[in-house]
């Protein structure tokens, strides 16, 4: 089992950039495949990323492919997201995830979910 913890979040000008972090408990971190999601209000749960167990496989959500990096450290057991040039439509509750298992891309395919950061980007 592990648990997660987002940080990082906060209020940007649209242009501007954050990093997330993503905090895990355990010490079998590397085990899992982690991904990004968002939530914006009344909208569902989307896609953002995905990094496979080892760190050498990514994959982006289209809308951010280009302007986000994710990134992991399993020495640190935790996992990143770069957000460069955000934009107003990046605005969303940010969720970091894991999967005991390959990279997975909607969000009922992962086990183990963080709280959540919110991600404010001002016009």
């Known amino acids: 089992q592990v648990q997660l913890e987002e940080s990082g979040g906060g209020l940007v000008q649209a242009g501007g950039s954050l990093r997330l972090s993503c905090a895990a408990s355990?010490?079998?971190?590397?085990?899992?495949?982690m991904g990004w999601f968002r939530q914006a209000p009344g909208k569902e749960r989307e896609f953002v990323a995905a990094?496979?167990?080892?760190?050498?496989?990514?994959d982006y959500a289209d809308s951010v492919k280009g302007r986000f990096t994710i990134s992991r450290d399993n020495a640190k057991n935790t996992v990143y997201l770069q957000m460069n040039s955000l934009k107003p439509e990046d605005t969303a509750v940010y969720y970091c995830?894991?999967?005991?298992?390959?990279?997975?891309?909607?969000?009922?395919?992962?086990?183990?979910w963080g709280q959540g950061t919110q991600v404010t980007v001002s016009s």
């Open positions: 995830a894991a999967v005991r298992a390959g990279m997975g891309y909607r969000h009922n395919e992962y086990n183990y």
């Open positions: 355990g010490r079998t971190f590397s085990s899992y495949s």
């Open positions: 990094i496979s167990r080892g760190g050498g496989i990514t």
